[in-house]
């Protein structure tokens, strides 16, 4: 089935560490996108990827990292400089510009 | 300002009742417009995706109003599965920028 793949969906991370999430999508999609969301928050964007091998900053990207050297996969790096990495972490997908988001089924980090 | 901005509720409403809110944008390049479901610590889903002219969908009806800058959603005899965090999506050039959600919850 087509789909959007993040893992793991749990991750603990100690104090100081860097950590990467995982996202895979095979709906050949060209651009990708990485959200943090916060108890009762909305979703905040990190990073996001039009096409292979560029990526923009988002509204929150300090701390974090990404690549992109396949079309199919965008993982995020939360690094120790990120003062506050305890969310639930959503990867999302679209094909193009003014069409929907297909979003995985997000990772929940936290620092302990 | 928030460039996507709603009433974040709660609306808590019986079974059967019609239940309506609305989302504001700032951007008025905004081009495409899109409501989205979220159960408690599950991922965004589409519900549905908002036209110019407003559509429906069963129980669901969006409306657009671009010279006021709002979207609104109404939903129709609603079920207790309809509980859920709306949220509000607005697309600018190259990216999505979500509303905070409004909370829904239909009692029995």
């Known amino acids: 089935d087509g789909g959007i793949t993040q893992s793991p969906k749990y991750l603990f991370r100690k104090e100081g560490q860097n950590v990467t999430l995982s996202c895979e999508q095979n709906?050949?999609?060209?651009?990708m996108y990485w959200y943090r969301q916060d108890p009762g928050q909305g979703l905040r964007l990190i990073y996001y990827s039009q096409i292979v091998n560029d990526f923009q900053k988002g509204d929150i990207a300090e701390g974090y990292s990404v690549s992109r050297e396949k079309k199919e996969s965008f993982p995020l790096t939360v690094t120790s400089a990120q003062k506050n990495p305890t969310a639930f972490y959503l990867c999302a997908s679209r094909g193009q510009l003014n069409t929907e988001a297909f979003f995985g089924q997000g990772t929940r980090l936290t620092v302990v | 300002r928030k460039e996507v901005e709603q009433d974040p509720g709660p609306f808590n409403v019986p079974e059967g009742a019609t239940v309506a809110f609305n989302c504001t944008y700032s951007?008025?390049?905004?081009?495409?417009f899109f409501w989205y479901r979220q159960d408690c610590r599950k991922e965004p889903k589409l519900l549905m995706s908002v036209y110019s002219s407003g559509n429906e969908d069963g129980r669901f009806t969006a409306q657009l109003n671009r010279a006021s800058q709002y979207i609104s959603l109404l939903i129709r005899d609603s079920k207790l599965s309809d509980s859920a965090t709306y949220l509000c999506?607005?697309?600018?050039?190259?990216?999505?920028?979500f509303g905070a959600g409004t909370t829904v919850t239909v009692r029995a």
């Open positions: 709906l050949n999609h060209d651009a």
């Open positions: 999506v607005v697309n600018t050039p190259y990216k999505l920028s």
């Open positions: 951007n008025s390049a905004s081009q495409s």
